[in-house]
């Protein structure tokens, strides 16, 4: 099943497997929050939705689908969800359980976790951190 099948319309003879109905029926969310191009919107958003920023959001996104923030759109706060996908600017904190899908063209300046990041078509696996060296002489 593609990452963006919930977009796409079923054919009623189709058969789905019993191991995926989780990921159908988090699939077939509705879009239940969206800004619109040139609108500014602040507040909180919390649900069994998916979102779709083509503008610009400030404030908390925490929903149980997709946040999908388009090309050219502008996210600032706490968003947490299942999945990701980032065309525009994000900047705050980014939570997601599942797959983060990063275009070339995103600005991230936000604390990103993500069980898989999605970047250049391929998945980066979470790394450890690494010591930044900043010349002192350690201890």
Do not use: Y
Request: net charge negative; aromatic share 6%; hydrophobic share 40%.
């Amino acid at each position: 099943m593609a990452f963006f099948d919930f977009l796409k319309p079923k054919k009623k003879a189709e058969r789905q497997s019993s191991a995926d109905a989780a990921t159908v029926a988090k699939n077939k969310l509705p879009i239940g929050f969206f800004v619109s191009p040139g609108d500014e919107i602040a507040g909180e958003v919390k649900g069994n939705v998916n979102v779709l920023v083509q503008g610009t959001f400030e404030g908390e996104i925490d929903v149980s689908g997709l946040v999908w923030v388009g090309l050219g759109a502008r996210v600032a706060g706490v968003v947490r969800c299942e999945d990701a996908r980032l065309e525009g600017h994000v900047t705050g904190v980014l939570r997601v359980r599942g797959v983060a899908d990063i275009v070339p063209g995103a600005r991230c300046e936000a604390e990103l976790v993500a069980g898989r990041t999605w970047r250049d078509g391929a998945f980066l696996e979470p790394q450890p951190p690494v010591p930044v060296e900043t010349g002192a002489p350690s201890p």
